[in-house]
């Protein structure tokens, strides 16, 4: 099964920029989507971006389009989520997920593995 590992949070300044990694093992994504949410405290899980590992094809929420680029890199089995601009509201625990087709979905339900987190803060 796929196992996913995130890191790269941390505490960043209003404009400032993170870079966040998430890590495949078990099977490659040759097959998959890979998308990126966040949880703030007391609210849903949101879509923030996501890719299909192959094509590249790309897909942003409003609230980070122009702000945040999503990546991969297969031959290192490991995805990115680059944040610019970064606002207070971004402030949020963000999650790495996989889904088994290559068709991007933004409901979190209708992905199948998960790592455990990594949290961001941006102050002013």
């Known amino acids: 099964q796929v196992q996913l590992v995130e890191s790269g949070g941390g505490l960043e300044q209003t404009g400032g920029s993170l870079r966040l990694s998430c890590v495949v093992s078990?099977?490659?994504?040759?097959?998959?989507?890979m998308g990126w949410f966040r949880q703030a405290p007391g609210k849903e899980r949101e879509f923030v971006a996501a890719?299909?590992?192959?094509?590249?094809?790309?897909y942003y929420s409003n609230s980070v389009k122009g702000r945040f680029t999503i990546s991969r890199d297969s031959a290192k089995n490991t995805g990115y989520l680059e944040m610019n601009s970064l606002k207070p509201e971004d402030t949020a625990v963000y999650f790495c997920?996989?889904?088994?087709?290559?068709?991007?979905?933004?409901?979190?339900?209708?992905?199948?593995?998960w790592g455990q987190g990594t949290q961001v803060t941006v102050s002013s």
């Open positions: 997920a996989a889904r088994r087709l290559s068709i991007i979905e933004v409901t979190p339900g209708k992905y199948d593995y």
């Open positions: 078990g099977h490659t994504l040759y097959d998959h989507a």
């Open positions: 890719i299909t590992w192959i094509a590249g094809y790309t």
